[in-house]
């Protein structure tokens, strides 16, 4: 029986738990002749609860420790000979899945039964070609040993799906009976469901919490295994990044972080001023009618896929500065560079910015513009000196949060800046990011437990460090500016 | 004529030399609804004018239009003539921004800027560039400061930001903020609604002292607040003029049943 299979009967046996419970509430209040103490629809929802959520979380947690458990007893019982030369353990445990994924597939087929199966010989029958026609492409001939492995592998799966499925039924029919035993009608069951759907309510926002907790995990645990064979101090303080294959590789965080804030310094650059002075207009000086239009039209900058204005940079932005600009003031001739990936990411990041403070302008009072224009003054000299310090730290806070994603960027700084990692000033020079790196040192070609590929955790995690606090910084700013007018 | 009969026309009307502004057929639309039918009202040189009526008659409608702040409101239209001092506010030739210094608003809530009570006085000067040194515009700070009742309160704490003062000291911050760039008219939209009756009689103290060196122009929905302060109340009613006169005449022997009423707290 398949997961989706037990989540159905679960739901099944809920539905049917509703309608016992409400039926057993009904009657047991006419019974004893007392008024129930929630509505007849709380204990049905009360049973439905008891039966539908232990058991799928049970089910939920099963189906992801099973596989887990499951490996790794298995993977013990593969012979160091059956591991061939410079491969790993877990390569041979990826073909063993594909093989047992294959025999369920075979005997799923029916013109195999199981006795035939647990017959079936590596050397006798052409278990390669067997497993083709099903559809599970192999890159070799199974051997015995892995053959052996798979089937152990799959009787183990099937046993403990067997089990799960048993346990998961007898976990949903037990809280039910229990939870439609003791429904009185001075149950409190309208009680019970609130409670319940707390508890649900906030499960949920903890999945979301133990996810973000899971990803740092794994970063530091990954960087710390980085700094423990490369040297901090090198990392941080070293001004050349030259990765090699054969090891001796110089792994300095220096040029990416130049490069990185170059490149975000010269996006904000061109973002913020146009981003408030597009806000400015919007909220104090267009039409409601044009407003209405400009406003989305504006924001659909913000729904253009990165790539797409990667693509942007790479073919018509780059050539553009490096034939008009870089090459006729002799400042190089690369059409990547630091300016052709900031200006595009400028552009992209001028909905985050004029969005935003289009919003926190027009939360500024109406009252504080009457004050000032009752005083005489013009227009520009109420947005001047009234409305923009009163919206400034909201704005701050759209220009961090703007920022955090300018340092987060890669797509546009792959194709528009290149990836050489060097420390310059000049802006028409290819230079590269930390994200760019983080991609290109994961799918190269080093082995994972090396420094090389390594780093790029460590590279995660400070940019990771970096646009956290960027983030709580602008949060903390935006919070402080909205009890201003309260 | 006698001089009782003298006195009576007095009573009445105000004398051609003590008008400050005057209203002449004044209509007001927002979009298709008219909120003003044809309003002929004058205000008075140095003294306290009160429009008073219940809530939607147009009084605040009327007074915003004193100083053109109805033109912040795209679908609203003003018709007929509104002078002050003999010039027609509405004429194209009029700068609107010139307007709103010489006559000054107050507004329902205070609406302090959020910036230290020190900019806050200094605001209208400095935009209208009324000084010339700093020590000029202390000195004008200090003046509007002291004029609206509330210096000795600040004055230790003139950097410190004006959201921060209590309801009834920043509403008279407002009005030393209306005082500092010099206007000849002040309209208050209702200035002590907001307020608990210990700052409302502060305030109410502040607007009969300047009374010497200001016009005022003041919408309540107080009844013994027009009656403490004003020398002149004006009635409105569903965007009509009821009745304006003297307000003590007004609120002892008024001419008709619907002002009665109202003063008397039959209706609205």
Redesign the interface.
């Given at each position: 029986m398949t997961p989706s299979a037990i989540i159905l009967i679960v739901l099944g046996l809920a539905a049917i738990g509703y309608v016992l419970g409400r039926q057993r509430a009904l009657k047991t209040a006419q019974r004893e002749g007392v008024k129930l103490h929630s509505l007849s629809g709380y204990h049905g929802q009360s049973v439905a609860l008891f039966i539908a959520v232990p058991a799928l979380f049970l089910l939920a947690a099963w189906l992801f420790l099973q596989p887990v458990l499951i490996e790794s007893s298995v993977s013990g019982r593969i012979p160091q000979s059956a591991i061939p030369e410079g491969g790993a353990r877990s390569l041979v445990m990826f073909d063993v899945r594909r093989i047992a994924e294959g025999l369920n597939q075979i005997v799923a087929g029916g013109d195999v039964s199981e006795n035939d199966l647990a017959d079936m010989r590596a050397d006798v029958t052409d278990v390669r070609a067997r497993l083709a026609e099903v559809g599970v492409a192999l890159g070799s001939d199974v051997s015995p040993i892995v053959l052996q492995t798979a089937k152990e592998y799959r009787a183990t799966d099937l046993t403990a799906s067997f089990v799960r499925n048993i346990a998961v039924l007898v976990v949903a029919l037990g809280f039910g009976a229990w939870a439609l035993a003791r429904i009185r009608p001075g149950l409190r069951a309208r009680n019970i469901s609130e409670t319940f759907i707390k508890a649900l309510l906030m499960g949920s926002s903890l999945v979301a919490i133990l996810t973000t907790v899971g990803i740092v995990g794994s970063l530091l645990f990954e960087s710390i295994s980085f700094f423990n064979m490369y040297p901090a101090k090198e990392f941080f303080l070293s001004t050349t990044w030259n990765p090699q294959f054969r090891g001796g590789s110089e792994l300095g965080i220096l040029p990416l972080l130049w490069g990185t804030l170059y490149v975000s310094f010269v996006a904000l650059a061109l973002a913020v001023p146009l981003g408030l002075m597009i806000a400015i207009y919007l909220a104090e000086y267009a039409?409601?009618r044009l407003r209405s239009y400009a406003k989305p039209a504006i924001e659909v900058l913000a729904g253009i896929p990165t790539i797409v204005y990667g693509l942007f940079a790479l073919i018509t932005v780059g050539p553009f500065l490096r034939d008009w600009i870089a090459q006729p003031l002799g400042l190089g001739s690369s059409s990547s560079s630091v300016m052709t990936a900031g200006l595009v990411m400028g552009i992209m990041l001028i909905p985050f910015i004029s969005s935003l403070s289009d919003d926190i302008i027009n939360s500024v009072?109406q009252?504080?513009?009457?004050?000032?224009?009752?005083?005489?003054?013009?227009k520009s000299?109420t947005i001047k000196?009234?409305i923009l310090?009163?919206a400034l730290p909201g704005i701050v806070g759209a220009f961090l949060l703007a920022a955090s994603r300018a340092i987060g960027e890669t797509m546009i700084v792959v194709m528009g800046a290149g990836a050489s990692a060097q420390l310059d000033l000049n802006p028409f020079e290819a230079m590269t990011t930390i994200t760019v790196k983080i991609v290109s040192q994961l799918t190269g070609d080093t082995e994972f437990a090396s420094p090389e590929t390594l780093v790029a955790f460590a590279l995660g995690l400070t940019l990771f460090v970096f646009t956290l606090g960027l983030n709580i910084l602008a949060l903390y700013i935006v919070r402080k500016y909205r009890e201003?007018y309260e | 004529m006698t001089e009782a009969a003298t006195e009576m026309a007095v009573d009445t009307a105000i004398k051609e030399s003590a008008i400050k502004m005057r209203g002449t057929d004044v209509s007001v639309f927002y979009g298709e609804k008219q909120a003003l039918f044809d309003v002929n009202l004058d205000v008075a040189r140095n003294s306290v004018t009160a429009l008073i009526g219940p809530s939607g008659c147009g009084k605040s409608t009327f007074l915003r239009c004193l100083n053109r702040m109805n033109d912040t409101i795209d679908i609203c239209r003003v018709t007929g003539e509104i002078t002050l001092e003999g010039e027609n506010i509405y004429d194209p030739k009029i700068d609107v921004v010139e307007l709103r210094a010489r006559v000054g608003m107050v507004f329902q809530k205070p609406n302090p800027f959020p910036k230290s009570i020190y900019e806050n006085v200094a605001y209208g000067p400095r935009i209208h560039g009324l000084t010339n040194s700093r020590a000029e515009l202390d000195e004008i700070v200090e003046s509007s400061l002291r004029k609206a009742a509330i210096w000795e309160e600040v004055k230790d704490r003139l950097h410190e930001p004006g959201t921060g003062l209590s309801g009834g000291q920043q509403q008279r911050l407002c009005i030393a903020r209306a005082i500092a760039v010099s206007p000849e008219v002040i309209l208050m939209d209702e200035p002590c609604s907001a307020l608990d009756p210990i700052a409302t009689a502060k305030v109410e103290e502040l607007i009969d002292e300047l009374r010497g060196n200001f016009t005022i122009v003041i919408v309540t929905h107080s009844m013994q607040q027009a009656a403490r302060v004003s020398q002149r109340t004006a009635m409105f009613h569903l965007g009509k003029l009821v009745e304006e006169g003297v307000t003590d005449k007004m609120f002892t022997n008024p001419e008709t049943k619907l002002t009665q009423d109202y003063i008397t707290g039959r209706f609205g």
């Open positions: 039409g409601s009072p009252a504080m513009r009457d004050g000032s224009y009752g005083l005489g003054a013009t000299e000196q009234v310090p009163a201003q | -």
